[in-house]
């Protein structure tokens, strides 16, 4: 066998094994060598175990547990806000948790996204019991897809509701299943934080003012839209993220 050919061989190999791991499992091999051991667990939703990375407050009293609901490409320490909240929010007395979802529905049809809902929908019932074993408040921050799909789970009184919602730039890949979201979001009675950037997804901004004209008509008592100026790669931007967050929660009493 000629060297070149014994090369190619080993290239499509190579190309099928990649093509094998999913995302999610390329995501987790990667924090588990970046980040240290002992922010690294796994929870168990059925049969399929996925990762989490849990930080313990750095204060005396601890407040709750907040939440973080990756969109749906990205990974539970996404450089998109979510790895500097999940730190940044220990300091001022909240344990964190970062759940993995699962890797994105391949189908754009209902079917494909309801079997997607079902599977995160039990990956945050485990860990809603994982968070409240340890604390009775718990805060949830999404992003993306997924934060449009858990508004759609609280309209449908299918999850148990935390004390507070943050949703960051919530949207839906299809026109139609976007078209449904502004009324999701104005019926569950969750108080919500609602932030769009400022650059960022062009659906959200079509859709902010009619999410707040339902919020109203539903009666949605604590409902609050915020938009962010900046790009979300930048670290001011992210501050900007954290303080509404932050402004938001101590709004509540937290």
Excluded: C
């Excluded at 970046?34 to 204060?59: M, N, V, W, Y």
């Amino acid at each position: 066998m000629s060297s070149k050919i014994f090369a190619l061989l080993l290239f499509s190999a190579h190309i099928q094994v990649a093509a094998a791991a999913s995302m999610e499992e390329w995501h987790k091999a990667d924090l588990t060598w970046q980040l240290p051991a002992d922010e690294i667990t796994e929870l168990l939703a059925g049969d399929t175990s996925f990762l989490a990375l849990k930080r313990a407050a750095f204060t005396a009293k601890v407040k709750g547990t907040m939440l973080f609901i990756p969109d749906w490409s990205q990974h539970a320490s996404s450089p998109k806000n979510l790895n500097l909240l999940r730190k940044e929010f220990n300091d001022y007395g909240w344990d964190t948790l970062a759940i993995a979802v699962p890797d994105a529905p391949l189908q754009d049809d209902e079917q494909a996204l309801e079997n997607y809902k079902d599977q995160l929908q039990q990956r945050i019932e485990v860990a809603m019991q994982s968070a409240m074993a340890e604390n009775n408040t718990v805060i949830i921050v999404a992003q993306g897809s997924s934060a449009a799909l858990i508004s759609q789970l609280y309209a449908d009184k299918k999850l148990q509701e935390p004390q507070s919602l943050i949703l960051l730039e919530a949207y839906l890949p299809a026109a139609e299943q976007q078209r449904s979201l502004p009324l999701a979001i104005a019926k569950q009675q969750v108080p919500t934080l609602d932030l769009i950037q400022q650059q960022g997804n062009q659906q959200v901004a079509a859709q902010w003012q009619l999410r707040k004209q339902l919020a109203r008509q539903q009666q949605k008592l604590l409902y609050r839209q915020r938009e962010i100026s900046g790009l979300s790669a930048q670290a001011e931007t992210q501050q900007q993220v954290f303080k509404e967050i932050y402004g938001w929660l101590s709004y509540q009493g937290y």
